[in-house]
Each structure stands twice: as C-alpha cells, then as structure tokens.
Nanobody, 121 residues
Framework: QVQLVESGGGLVQPGGSLRLSCVAS????????MGWYRQAPGKQRELVAA???????TYADSVKGRFTISRDNAKNTVSLQMNSLKPEDTAVFYC???????????????WGQGTQVTVSS
C-alpha cells in the first residue's frame, strides 16, 4: 500500500508565493520520476514540472522562471516552490510519482489526491 500526501495549497494574491509538498509513504522499493501536474476547471490535466532521480528537471513553458521543483530522496518528498503567481495558475495541483514497490517491482504511476491553489485578489 502506498500513499501520496500533498500539502501547501491555498488562496494567494497575484504576485504571491506558495510552496507545495508531497510525501510518499508505504511499501516503496524505489522512486523514479516525481512531478507536479495541475488541472484547471474545464481543462485537461497538464504537466507543471518534473524531476528525475538524478535531479534533471522539466518545466511547462508557462511556469519557467517562476516555479522550482525539488526532491529529497531521503524523505521521499517532492516540493514545488511557486513564485509570482498569476490568476491563470489557479488549479488543483496533483503530485505524481513513478515507483516500484517491495511486493511489485514493476514501475507504476501513483497520484496524490490533489491540493487546490487559487490565485485571486
């Protein structure tokens, strides 16, 4: 059994900052890629940022220079620092990890429950 627990969402004014965190726990053998996705009302879920085991990062063009993804392998945690937030960043943010488990070594994607980020004055 595996859990991904997200935290850090909320309401912030335009230009403000938020930091999202996601902790993976359970029967984890290895974590490969970790990332954040978001889904705004009426839109498809999209990649925001991802980081590999080796620390290589990928960002959506819309967040480059404003968001920073990081991971702590010792704590099975991935974080997303979001600065200069805009109203168009409003969405539910989801953590996704690619992992293998102690009882199932195949690589699978696991999702968190989502955390709401609202950017509004």
């Amino acid at each position: 059994q595996v859990q991904l627990v997200e935290s850090g969402g909320g309401l912030v004014q335009p230009g403000g900052s938020l930091r999202l965190s996601c902790v993976a726990s359970g029967s984890i053998f290895m974590i490969y890629a970790m990332g954040w996705y978001r889904q705004a009302p009426g839109k498809q879920r999209e990649l925001v940022a991802a980081v590999t085991t080796g620390g290589m990062t990928t960002y959506a063009d819309s967040v480059k220079g404003r968001f920073t993804i990081s991971r702590d392998n010792a704590k099975n945690t991935v974080s997303l620092q979001m600065n200069s937030l805009k109203p168009e960043d409003t969405a539910v943010f989801y953590c996704k990890t690619t992992m293998s488990l102690t009882y199932d070594l195949s690589r699978r994607d696991y999702w968190g429950q989502g955390t709401q980020v609202t950017v509004s004055s």
